[in-house]
């Protein structure tokens, strides 16, 4: 049985996880450009969700919840940080690059890097389904 060592690989090594970086690279420099398997879970799951999951419950929406059940989870995270990279990765997920000043400010506000950031929307990007054009 072969065994292929894809670490050094630009293309996979983000989906491999935040600890396989290339040969040459110091420690510090992979956890400034990649993120964790945990963090890429988290811009996975964030696929699914709606841009309206980024805005606070109406008064509304919170009685209705009380009266009938919840029905559903909640989809903000409990962990600040992540909280950030879920809403970033909302944003990427339905607008590319074209996030709020604000959502990217707490982004980095929340510890991580602009070159996170890069990664993020690379491999989002690339696994984004193309719009048909209209004609």
């Not at 290339?22 to 992979?30: G, I, L, V």
């Not at 919840?65 to 940080?81: C, E, M, Q, Y």
């Amino acid at each position: 049985m072969a065994y292929l060592h894809f670490s050094s690989d630009p293309i996979l090594s983000p989906f491999i996880g935040a600890d396989v970086v290339a040969p040459d690279a110091t420690p510090k420099q992979a956890a400034a450009t990649g993120l964790t398997a945990l963090e890429w879970s988290v811009v996975a799951l964030a696929q699914g969700d709606r841009m309206s999951s980024l805005r606070e419950p109406s008064p509304l929406s919170i009685a209705l919840g009380k009266v009938f059940g919840r029905g559903g989870r909640s989809p903000t995270l409990a962990d600040p940080r992540l909280e950030a990279l879920r809403r970033m990765a909302v944003h990427a997920w339905h607008r590319g690059f074209a996030v709020p000043t604000h959502e990217l400010t707490a982004f980095l506000r929340a510890g991580f890097t602009i070159e996170q950031y890069e990664t993020m929307q690379a491999s989002i990007g690339a696994a984004r389904p193309t719009r048909p054009e209209r004609h």
